[in-house]
C-alpha cells in the first residue's frame, strides 16, 4: 500500500498570502489529521476530519481551516500568513475508528512552509 | 492540561541499549505511542502499547509501562548508527478525541 502522500513537500510564501496543503491519506483510510511541527512548540494537533467532517479541532486561530473530499484526501488552508506559521505541517492518516481502538496514526512526510 | 515529558537528548555508544523516558499526564490515553523522526522526514511509527499492558517487546524495541506513574520508555537494543533521529512519546489526548499530544522529541545521539 502507498503510504501518505503530501504535496507540496516545500513551500515559500510572503506575509498575508494564504496558502493550501494537500494530503493523500493510505487507501482505505477515512480519517486524516493535521498537526503543526515547529521548534519552539513542538508538535501540535490542528485538527482531524473523518467522512468530510472535522471531527475534533486543536487550539489554533481561525486563520487554519481544512476540507476533506469524499475520497478522503484533505486539504488545509492558512490565510493571512505570519512570520509564526514557519513549520513543518504534518498529516496523518487513519482507519478513524475512535479513540481506544487500533486506530494508529500514519504521517505523511510533511509540507515544509517558510513565511517571509 | 494534558502534557508529555522526554529528555532533549541522549547520548549512547553504538552496540549498548538505549533508554528513552517519557512521562505523561493523561490518564484516559488507552494507546501510548512511540514514533521516530530522520532528519527531513515525517514521523515513523515505531511501536504503541495498550495501556492495561506492562511491557511489549518487538524485535530491538522493548516498551515499558509503569501506568500508576504514568511513565513510558522506549529500550533500543544493540543500538545502531541508522537509530540516529529524534524519537518522540505520544498520549492519545482527551481519551484520542483531541488528536495525539507529543513530547518534544528525544535525540538520539550515537557515538562510534
Known amino acids: 500500500k502507498a503510504g501518505v502522500t503530501q504535496t507540496p513537500r516545500y513551500l515559500i510564501k510572503t506575509r498575508g498570502q494564504q496558502v493550501t496543503l494537500s494530503c493523500s491519506p493510505i487507501?482505505?483510510?477515512?480519517?486524516v489529521s493535521w498537526y503543526q511541527q515547529t521548534p519552539g512548540q513542538g508538535l501540535q494537533f490542528l485538527f482531524e476530519?473523518?467522512?468530510?467532517?472535522?471531527?475534533n479541532k486543536g487550539n489554533f486561530p481561525g486563520r487554519f481551516s481544512g476540507r476533506q473530499f469524499s475520497n478522503s484526501r484533505s486539504e488545509m488552508n492558512v490565510s493571512t500568513l505570519e512570520l509564526g506559521d514557519s513549520a513543518l505541517y504534518l498529516c496523518?492518516?487513519?482507519?478513524?475508528?475512535?479513540?481506544?481502538?487500533?486506530?494508529?496514526?500514519?504521517f505523511g512526510p510533511g509540507t515544509r512552509l517558510t513565511v517571509l | 492540561g494534558e502534557d508529555v515529558e522526554q529528555s532533549l537528548f541522549l547520548s549512547v555508544r553504538e552496540g549498548d541499549s538505549s533508554v528513552i523516558n517519557c512521562t505523561y499526564t493523561?490518564?484516559?490515553?488507552?494507546?501510548l505511542y512511540w514514533y521516530k523522526q530522520e532528519p527531513g522526514a515525517g514521523l515513523q511509527l515505531l511501536t504503541y502499547?495498550?495501556?492495561?499492558?506492562d511491557m511489549k517487546q518487538d524485535q530491538r524495541l522493548t516498551v515499558l509501562l509503569n501506568k500508576k506513574d504514568k511513565h513510558l520508555s522506549l529500550r533500543i537494543a544493540d543500538t545502531q548508527t541508522g537509530d540516529s533521529a529524534i524519537y518522540f512519546c505520544?498520549?492519545?489526548?482527551?481519551?484520542?478525541?483531541?488528536?495525539?499530544?507529543f513530547g518534544k522529541g528525544t535525540h538520539l545521539i550515537i557515538q562510534p
Open positions: 496523518a492518516s487513519s482507519g478513524g475508528t475512535g479513540p481506544g481502538s487500533t486506530d494508529t496514526q500514519y
Open positions: 487507501s482505505g483510510h477515512r480519517s
Open positions: 476530519y473523518f467522512s468530510e467532517t472535522q471531527r
Open positions: 493523561d490518564s484516559s490515553s488507552t494507546y
Open positions: 502499547i495498550f495501556s492495561n499492558m
Open positions: 505520544a498520549e492519545e489526548s482527551g481519551g484520542g478525541a483531541d488528536g495525539l499530544t
